[in-house]
């Protein structure tokens, strides 16, 4: 059992999401970086489905009631392991390597250093009841078990086997700058020829808006062609909406599955975006690139 002492900005229960179910409006959800978590899972010999914890920026306190193998992956956090009474000591440990807990160990793990999200995996998988053969959080939808909160118990199950002989593995640094593989949406001609060169050409931002469901991003506004908005239609991961302002949206794994402002183009890969902090600059280019 997981009893959570601090649970800090934003923590979820999250695995590999909800495919397969977008055809009766079911959204993915699921890790906004599914490889880290996978790699979290590895690490403490878990399947690469299990449920663990996905932390957001601020980090978050943990006790564990009973000895356990723990991993974190993603953006770089201070770690440290307190044993429990009547021997307290302490000790540090990292982002990347597997620890080994004994029963009423807390873990601290603290703010990100850099970027923005931190996921956990731990020996067995978090076992919350799974909704639509998924136990992950879905923030927008409501799907799944809510964000944690001070005093929440998390039961976990029973460990798949021993960890891998791994000390340590490389945690990708988080840059400054993205660039974004961009490919024409479906309402590509509701906007001017302008429009496409400047989200092509010019810098965005990350907006402080951004969350789980999409980034928000601040800079040049995409003029239109057509007037008015349009029907519900279906979204999909990584699709670029553009509202009223001009300003795009792109789509993250909490995205709703219908939507009414036209799609300018559609993202290929939105990982990168899961560490994208407010201010963070992002640059699109087409597919030839």
Same mark, same amino acid.
């Given at each position: 059992?997981?009893?959570?002492?601090?649970?800090?900005?934003?923590?979820?229960?999250?695995?590999?999401?909800?495919?397969?179910?977008?055809?009766?409006?079911?959204?993915?959800?699921? !890790?906004?970086? &599914?490889? *880290?978590?996978?790699?979290?899972?590895?690490?403490?010999?878990?399947?690469?489905?299990?449920?663990?914890?996905?932390?957001?920026?601020?980090?978050?306190?943990?006790?564990?009631?009973?000895? %356990?193998?723990?991993?974190?992956?993603? @953006?770089?956090?201070?770690?440290?392991?307190?044993?429990?009474?009547?021997?307290?000591?302490?000790?540090?440990?990292?982002?990347?390597?597997?620890?080994?807990?004994?029963?009423?160990?807390?873990?601290?793990?603290?703010?990100?250093? *850099?970027?923005? $999200?931190?996921?956990?995996?731990?020996?067995?998988?978090?076992?919350?009841?799974?909704?639509?053969?998924?136990?992950?959080?879905?923030?927008?939808?409501?799907?799944?078990?809510?964000?944690?909160?001070?005093?929440?118990?998390?039961?976990?199950?029973?460990?798949?086997?021993?960890?891998?002989?791994?000390?340590?593995?490389?945690?990708?640094?988080?840059?400054?700058?993205? $660039?974004?593989?961009?490919?024409?949406?479906?309402?590509?001609?509701?906007?001017?020829?302008?429009?496409?060169?400047?989200?092509?050409?010019? !810098?965005?931002?990350?907006?402080?808006?951004?969350?789980?469901?999409?980034?928000?991003? !601040?800079?040049?506004?995409? &003029?239109? @062609?057509? @007037?008015?908005?349009?029907?519900?239609?279906?979204? %999909?991961?990584?699709? %670029?909406?553009?509202?009223?302002?001009?300003?795009?949206?792109?789509?993250?794994?909490?995205?709703?599955?219908?939507?009414?402002?036209?799609?300018?183009?559609?993202?290929?890969?939105?990982?990168?975006?899961?560490? *994208? $902090?407010?201010?963070?600059?992002?640059?699109?280019?087409?597919?030839?690139?």
């Amino acid at each position: 059992m997981i009893e959570v002492l601090r649970a800090g900005a934003l923590t979820t229960v999250q695995d590999q999401g909800r495919p397969g179910w977008a055809h009766l409006g079911v959204p993915r959800s699921g !890790a906004l970086d &599914p490889a *880290a978590l996978r790699l979290a899972n590895r690490l403490v010999g878990n399947a690469e489905h299990a449920a663990g914890l996905e932390i957001t920026m601020t980090g978050c306190v943990l006790r564990f009631t009973r000895a %356990v193998a723990v991993a974190l992956t993603g @953006a770089p956090a201070d770690v440290l392991v307190e044993w429990p009474p009547p021997a307290v000591r302490r000790r540090p440990g990292d982002v990347g390597r597997p620890l080994a807990l004994p029963a009423g160990a807390v873990l601290r793990v603290g703010p990100a250093r *850099a970027g923005v $999200r931190t996921w956990l995996a731990v020996g067995g998988g978090i076992t919350v009841e799974p909704m639509l053969g998924s136990r992950s959080t879905d923030t927008l939808s409501g799907l799944g078990p809510p964000p944690l909160r001070d005093g929440d118990r998390l039961p976990l199950g029973t460990p798949y086997g021993p960890p891998p002989p791994v000390d340590l593995t490389v945690t990708p640094p988080v840059p400054d700058a993205l $660039r974004l593989t961009v490919r024409p949406g479906p309402r590509q001609d509701w906007f001017t020829p302008q429009a496409l060169d400047l989200l092509r050409g010019t !810098a965005y931002t990350v907006s402080p808006d951004s969350n789980r469901v999409g980034a928000r991003l !601040a800079g040049a506004a995409l &003029p239109r @062609a057509v @007037a008015g908005e349009l029907p519900s239609e279906g979204l %999909v991961l990584g699709a %670029v909406q553009v509202p009223s302002d001009g300003q795009p949206l792109v789509f993250l794994a909490d995205h709703p599955t219908t939507g009414g402002y036209p799609v300018v183009g559609v993202v290929d890969d939105v990982t990168a975006l899961a560490q *994208a $902090r407010p201010g963070t600059t992002v640059t699109f280019h087409g597919p030839q690139r």
